[in-house]
């Protein structure tokens, strides 16, 4: 038999209570829960030592990785690829200007929108995080062979299809 994890021992008496119940499919759903749950308090914990915070951090990543300077974003386009509220979105963007992370400003293609861009500052921490949540992510599939993470992908890939319909496009407005 191989090795037992904690939610063996739960799944085992779901299953003795309640053998109706798919075993293998709360099995999966308890894994992935505690997995995002260790993986997100691995990754505040790095990135508090930068000032940020997983909310911070996801507003930079998601203005960063939108390719080439100048780095913007509208506070929608954030706040849709971050799945925030837009309330929520806004008291972080004003944290993050007073932090001189980021620059609110006028958008020269509709005059009554918002730019959001990276500063050099945020620029800077911004590609400094993002190298701990790489760290993060390695050594979080530090057992895991590249064959078992690309099944591992294409199986959750399906799923994520399933529930959400397919692909979805973060920058549309």
Do not use: H
Request: charged share 30%; with cysteine.
């Amino acid at each position: 038999m191989s090795e037992r994890d904690l939610v063996d021992t739960l799944v085992d008496q779901w299953s003795e209570e309640m053998p109706r119940f798919n075993s293998g499919a709360k099995g999966l759903v308890y894994r992935l829960a505690y997995l995002n749950e260790r993986y997100m308090a691995a990754m505040q914990s790095r990135l508090r030592k930068q000032g940020l915070t997983v909310g911070s951090y996801g507003v930079l990543a998601c203005l960063r990785r939108g390719g080439d300077e100048p780095y913007a974003m509208s506070p929608t386009a954030i706040f849709k690829a971050l799945s925030l509220s837009s309330g929520g979105v806004s008291n972080l963007l004003e944290k993050m200007e007073k932090d001189r992370l980021i620059k609110r400003s006028a958008d020269p293609t509709d005059r009554r929108g918002v730019l959001v861009k990276l500063t050099t500052r945020g620029q800077v921490i911004a590609d400094e995080a993002a190298a701990l949540e790489s760290a993060a992510e390695d050594a979080f599939i530090a057992d895991i062979s590249d064959a078992e993470l690309g099944t591992l992908n294409t199986l959750l890939r399906r799923t994520l299809i399933q529930l959400d319909g397919g692909a979805t496009d973060e920058g549309d407005d």
